[in-house]
């Protein structure tokens, strides 16, 4: 039986990563995640496996970056100010095609901003981010177990597509408290082995080259293709989403993290005074589930996203749907959490109005 | 008869694409020839910097990795760590180096890393085409800095090897140049030092070396060895700034 305990978000993120072989840990203090640094300085050394805290995010990037090349498990944490920094790594390591694992415990920005917890990353953290045409598996978990969970997930999934995995979490899910359940780390079994392609092995016969450097003639163009075909299996086979009550809704909330849980107190409060709400909770943000919101709104005439950002996320559920039902907008920002009675109050409006009217809280 | 020079195992019977008189191709040699004297090719891994010996990879003989502008030592830190039975060769250009990497360095210096760093110092950024570098001295014209390096407008060209010396990390340090067959060869040893420094776990090791850029000092390959040897080693003096076995 696995054991069931209380545990903070953030260190929940580096037991699972310590349960799951990550060999290397690299980071830099920042809130509101340093809980997970903290832990990982001391778990990963009781192990015999490697944490240091590096001098600035960029550098810890970058040691991933060499880590990853001689094909051991990975991974670094950080907030929106060094998330930024850690940019020009995560672009080499995507170009490289290197496997890596990491976390953005989200906070308020633009700038220094503040350390209140947010969602205000969601274009950084699903758009690239970084340099050139290249993406990242987003998983954007709302509760301990699924910081839990999906830190697992992650690791196998940038081994079997040699491809940077973000966690993206916020401040509220990241130092909050919940039972969780310590799940044994189970390998896939069908993970690509690393042995051809990792540095320093005396065992490869031939010279490998790990680089994200195309000059030749066509050569990046080719290589970019290659790639594209990989995201376009990835968007097909590793979507995740979870679905509430849609069965009878006529108003569909869309929202992920901290604002999904919200939104789950916000539908119950409208069914109970007769409004038919729902909520489709993206689980993965890239992959995102626009198929399936196509479907849906096919079916009702509004849907509203539900965001801890001023209309980010909101993009995307526009660019699913395709203009076939409304689409409003419940955001906040830099430390605002949506609250169930306003998402209420804005429901009924939405559903007292008519025409193309598309209501906004702001 | 008697085979008395060959190409080392770990060079790729490649020719160089760099300019004629041009350094790079004679320390990617020794970094090569050590790596076969010390018979570490099977687990050797090389850094290729962002400059122009990015394509590092195409000469040497054993793996390589390219790393961003600057980053390469915290790369060689995680494939070292990842990988304790791997020997690195950090090998670096002076704006990658002493620029946009400073930080990079001095605190894998500091960490005391068990990699060996090559560090070619030639004044300048040549791979973008001459700009000033870090290390350009003070009069030395490039194409930022016109009219000469003006010391109160753009700072001193800084020696890296005084500057990390005193660091506890550091087991080897040594400033060696390319400018004669003599300087060469003893470069070599002090490349020989740090390597055997490395393999014998003893720490961080770092050999800087003055080099030429004749292409973008503008001047013919002759008359950069002559132009190194009367203006760079008055600056950057050769020799050895720190030995942790000669102290103990
Ligand atoms: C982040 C970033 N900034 C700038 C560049 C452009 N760039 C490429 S090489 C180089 C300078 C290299 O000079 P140095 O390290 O002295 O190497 P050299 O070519 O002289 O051997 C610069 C600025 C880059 N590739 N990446
Ligand atoms: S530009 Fe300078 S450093 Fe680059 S290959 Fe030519 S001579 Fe060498
Ligand atoms: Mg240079």
């Known amino acids: 039986m696995s054991e069931r305990v209380l545990m903070k978000g953030n260190e929940a993120i580096g037991e699972a990563a310590v349960q799951a072989g990550c060999q290397c840990y690299f980071g830099y203090p920042i809130t509101p995640q340093n809980e997970l640094t903290a832990y990982m300085s001391k778990r990963m050394l009781e192990e015999g496996r490697v944490f240091i805290q590096s001098e600035s995010e960029i550098a810890a990037i970058n040691m991933c970056f060499g880590a990853a090349a001689v094909g051991v498990r990975t991974m670094t944490s950080s907030s929106g100010p060094g998330i930024s920094l850690k940019q020009e790594g995560i672009s080499y390591v995507a170009g490289a095609e290197l496997p890596l694992f990491f976390v953005n415990v989200m906070r308020g920005g633009p700038g220094l901003g503040n350390i209140a917890p947010s969602q205000a990353d969601y274009f950084q953290c699903t758009k ?109 086979k590793e979507v995740r989403f979870e679905e509430i009550s849609l069965d009878d809704a006529d108003i569909v909330m869309v929202a992920y993290g901290t604002s999904a849980r919200v939104a789950r107190s916000a539908m119950e409060m409208a069914r109970a005074e007769g409004i038919k709400a729902g909520l489709l909770r993206p689980i993965t943000l890239w ?25 980010q996320m909101w993009e995307d559920v526009r660019l699913a749907v395709c203009g076939a039902c409304r689409v409003h907008l419940h955001g906040r920002t830099a430390g605002g959490v949506p609250e169930e009675t306003a998402i209420v109050d804005q429901i009924r409006k939405i559903m007292n109005s008519k025409g193309d009217e598309i209501i906004r809280n702001f | 008869m008697e085979r008395i020079f060959t190409m080392p195992e770990a060079m790729k019977p490649e020719q160089t694409l760099y300019c004629p008189g041009c350094g790079h191709g004679i320390i990617h040699r020794l970094v090569a020839e050590l790596v076969d004297e010390f018979g570490i090719r099977d687990r050797t891994i090389g850094i290729a910097p962002v400059g122009c010996s990015v ?33 690195v060769i950090c090998y670096q250009g002076d704006g990658d180096l002493a620029a946009i990497g400073t930080a990079e360095t001095i605190h894998a210096a500091n960490r005391g890393e068990h990699f060996v760093t090559v560090f070619v110092n030639n004044a300048i950024y040549g791979m973008t085409g001459g700009q000033m570098a870090p290390t350009t001295l003070v009069g030395q014209r490039s194409m930022t800095c016109q009219l000469g390096r003006d010391p109160a407008i753009m700072g001193y060209p800084i020696r890296v090897c005084e500057l990390l010396k005193d660091l506890p ?23 020989k030092k740090a390597y055997s420094n490395v393999l014998e776990g003893k720490g961080y090791s770092f050999v800087e070396i003055v080099s030429t850029c004749p292409t973008n000092w503008g001047m013919t390959p002759v008359k950069a060895l002559e132009w190194l040897r009367e203006n760079m080693l008055e600056h950057y003096e050769l020799g050895v700034f720190r030995d942790c076995d000669a102290e103990a």
């Open chain 1, 128 to 236: 690239g981010g970084g340099h050139g045409d290249y993406r990242v598996i987003v998983y954007a978990p709302s509760d301990v177990q699924e910081q839990y969970d999906y830190t697992m997930l992650g690791f196998d999934l940038a081994d079997r597509y040699r491809i940077p995995v973000l966690l993206a979490t916020d401040g509220i899910l990241g130092q909050m408290m919940e039972p969780l359940v310590l799940k044994k780390y189970k390998d896939p079994g069908d993970l690509p082995s690393k042995e051809a392609w990792r540095l320093g092995d005396p065992a490869t016969k031939e010279p490998i080259w790990i680089t994200s450097v195309r000059l030749g003639e066509g050569e990046l163009e080719e290589h970019n293709f290659k790639l594209q075909k990989k995201y376009e299996e990835i968007a097909e």
């Open chain 1, 287 to 311: 992959p995102f589930p626009e198929k399936r919101l196509r479907e849906i709104a096919d079916k009702v005439d509004n849907m509203l996203a539900v965001e801890m950002s001023l209309g």
């Open chain 2, 169 to 191: 990390g550091v087991a080897f340090m040594a400033r060696g140049s390319v400018d004669s067959p003599k300087n060469v060869l003893k470069t070599k040893k002090y490349l």
């Open chain 2, 55 to 87: 394509f590092a990879d195409k000469y040497w003989n054993f793996d390589v990795i390219s790393a961003a502008h600057g980053r390469a030592p915290a790369v060689a830190t995680g494939m070292k760590r990842g990988r304790p039975d791997s020997f």
